[in-house]
């Protein structure tokens, strides 16, 4: 019995969705740039995390970050200024989602690049299977009924 409560406990704990990383403080007292600020944080990255928003993270700098996007939200900034702002102070880093320049466009186009190469590779293989299988039959058929005698005996031999 107490495996199973155990076992409920850890699953519940599991199933549960994080725990809200928005301080109560942090919330602006108005609904609409509130929501504009919870959406800029989803894109912008914790620069301690990496991995996570800063509307996801409960590091320290992140919530720095959510202070300062709602503070300058509260000034009168555009998302835009406010994106432009961040990615002025902290580098394109600090987008989840970079955006397309001649620095980030390896990563934009690496993945298909890499898959365009992969896909010659393969059928660059295939084709040259193809022809030493077509240069072997090709092969064979020019054989004298000698020599097709002699390579069926050499054979037989290799199998025993």
């Not at 519940?12 to 007292?29: F, G, Q, R």
């Amino acid at each position: 019995m107490r495996w199973l409560c155990l076992i409920v406990a850890v699953l519940t704990l599991v199933a549960l969705p994080p725990a809200l990383e928005v301080e109560p403080d942090e919330i602006l007292s108005d609904p609409a740039l509130e929501a504009r600020a919870r959406a800029l944080s989803k894109d912008l990255r914790c620069m301690v995390c990496q991995n996570q928003s800063i509307d996801d993270s409960q590091a320290p700098l992140a919530r720095d970050l959510r202070i300062l996007v709602r503070e300058r939200l509260q000034a009168g900034e555009s998302d835009q200024q406010v994106i432009n702002f961040l990615v002025a102070r902290y580098g394109e880093f600090v987008l989840l989602r970079p955006r397309f320049s001649w620095h980030t466009a390896l990563l934009w186009l690496g993945p298909a690049a890499v898959l365009l190469i992969g896909a010659c590779g393969v059928l660059l293989l295939v084709r040259r299977d193809r022809a030493d299988s077509d240069r072997a039959t090709a092969a064979r058929e020019k054989l004298t009924p000698a020599e097709a005698a002699r390579l069926s005996e050499i054979l037989r031999q290799g199998e025993q």
